[in-house]
């Protein structure tokens, strides 16, 4: 693999810079609001969404809240056991979470029922169910594609009470932010998405969350380090590949 | 834009706030550090290397490193109840990360180095504080090290970048980046954005944030050169 990787060339034949193929499947789950399952390569993950009437928190009483949890499930991967999600998971999820709340993909706002009292909850539940590396990316897509999938009773708000009105509409979502994962061994070059076996060798990782409008709205270095001017190319890389991943999004959004 | 702005606690934009480094402060741990930036108030304990059990959870080559952060209850605004929070469980692997990359593991097969972090008071910056003690704690444990970790964060606060942030600019803050540096090697070892940041605004906070660690890591090579030369002292 690093033989390779001097040459610029991967194990699988991608070029460095190359996504593996990225299928999307929507609307799967009848009983969710809202459904994405996203394959990158041999990845896949399925991201459902719940929306349930709830307590806003307590410092954004006028708003809708956003909760993201993740789950590795152990059918995904000899590696995940059975338990509460582990660091990984929680790691993923908070990731996730981070670039659609920071972005206020959601607006919250227009989630509020009474404020302080009632609001809608949305859930976004991610649930890895093959791993072969780069459940990030896979999760980040699946999650803002299911958020795009969301069907919820169309509401009207009343003197704060609410009111449904007949047939269905969409969350208010604002703006679409999309993780770019690259890895890079010590010595060597910026790979992106790694698949599993790149990984587990190459010891540096970096998670780089990227919106429609090209601005930076999470960032996780993994494990491993990196030098300063490595930092600033992965942002790079990253800000160039982002509009790829934006664009299925907007395709499939439709 | 940012040269006259006045931070809520009277600080320039590109002022750390008044820090505190002790090390050898407890006398069971193998090594110990206690670090105040500011209100935020840190422990941190190392164990090790020791044996590690179970036996199948050791590595043949390398020590295996075990983090805790964990905040005490009476740390926080609010009472923070003491059941490990999704937050702590975060931190405590990116702190693990970000300092394990400092440490000799390959020195130490089949052992554990369990380092436990307790926020005592914390007022922004947490994870910095942390991981500048466990620098300093590991090193008092007498484990080798390729060089400190110096942390530090900065972050958009109302359109200015700044560096140091306590919790009442985090709170209301459009970014924050906790950094971590090993300086004479040039690597990073812990970087998250919490925010949003352009290109260019995040390059000038990440420019920032270096030259906080690097006062950081003046302070750090100043406490642990103090200690050693009062020993030193004693000896003579």
């Known amino acids: 693999m690093m033989d390779l990787l001097s040459k ?50 307590p410092d954004a009483p006028d708003k809708g809240v956003l909760t993201v949890n993740a789950e590795l499930v152990p059918l995904a991967s000899p590696a995940f056991e059975p338990g509460p999600p582990d ?16 972005t206020e993909a959601i607006d919250l706002k227009m989630l509020c029922i009474e404020p302080g009292k009632k609001v809608f909850v949305v859930f976004v539940d991610i649930y890895v169910l093959d791993y072969d590396g780069n459940f990030i990316d896979a999760s980040s897509l699946a999650s803002i594609l299911a ?21 269905y509409m969409p969350l208010p979502i604002r703006h679409t932010p999309v993780t770019v994962t690259l890895a890079k061994p010590d010595n060597g070059p910026f790979i992106v998405d790694p698949n599993l076996e790149e990984e587990l060798s190459l010891g540096n990782r970096i998670s780089i969350s990227i919106d429609e409008l090209g601005r930076i709205c999470g960032i996780q270095k ?30 499939e959004a439709v | 834009m940012s040269a006259e702005f006045v931070r809520v606690d009277g600080r320039l ?25 500011g209100n935020t108030k840190v422990l941190v304990a190392v164990y090790g290397p020791r044996e590690l059990h ?31 929070s999704r937050r702590e469980i975060e931190l405590s692997k990116v702190i693990k990360d970000a ?20 926020v005592l008071e914390a007022d922004g910056g947490t994870r ?56 004479s090697l040039n690597r990073i070892t812990l970087l998250q954005v919490n925010g949003v940041l352009t290109e260019e605004e995040f390059k000038q906070a990440f420019n920032l944030a270096i030259k906080g660690c690097m006062e950081i890591n003046r302070i750090q090579r100043e406490t642990l050169r103090s200690v050693y030369s009062s020993i030193k002292g004693e000896e003579d």
């Open chain 1, 8 to 57: 610029n060339s991967r194990i699988d034949g991608r070029g460095l810079l190359d996504y593996r193929e990225i299928k999307v499947e929507k609307g799967l789950i009848g009983r969710a609001a809202g459904s994405a399952q996203v394959s990158i390569g041999s990845t896949k993950v399925l991201a459902g969404v719940k929306v349930e009437l709830g307590e806003p928190f």
């Open chain 1, 222 to 251: 993994l494990e491993g380090s990196l030098s300063i001017d490595e930092v600033f190319k992965a942002v790079s890389i990253a800000k160039n590949i982002a509009p790829k991943l934006i664009e299925i999004v907007k395709r």
């Open chain 2, 99 to 118: 300092i394990s990359q400092a440490i000799f593991l390959e020195n130490f097969p089949r052992t554990s180095i369990d380092i436990f972090i307790e």
């Open chain 2, 13 to 37: 934009p590109d002022q750390l706030r008044p820090i505190r480094m002790v090390v050898g402060v407890l006398d069971r741990a193998d090594g110990s550090a206690y670090v105040e930036q």
């Open chain 1, 87 to 102: 660091e990984n998971a929680v790691e993923l999820a908070r990731i996730v979470d981070r670039a659609l709340r920071e």
């Open chain 2, 54 to 84: 179970p036996r199948h959870q050791a590595s043949p080559d390398s020590a295996m490193v075990r983090c805790r952060y964990h905040m005490a209850p009476f740390s926080t605004k609010e009472r923070k109840t003491p059941a490990p």
């Open chain 2, 128 to 183: 910095c504080a942390s991981i500048n003690a466990c620098s300093l704690a590991l090193a008092n444990a007498g484990i080798p090290l390729r060089d400190l970790v110096s942390s530090v964060a900065v972050g958009k606060y109302k359109g200015h970048i700044i560096l140091d942030l306590n919790d009442e600019e985090d709170e209301v803050a459009e970014a924050d980046m906790p950094i971590a540096i090993m300086p």
């Open chain 1, 147 to 167: 958020l795009l999938n969301t069907k919820i009773r169309s509401f009207r708000v009343e003197e704060g009470k609410l009111k449904y009105e007949d047939g």
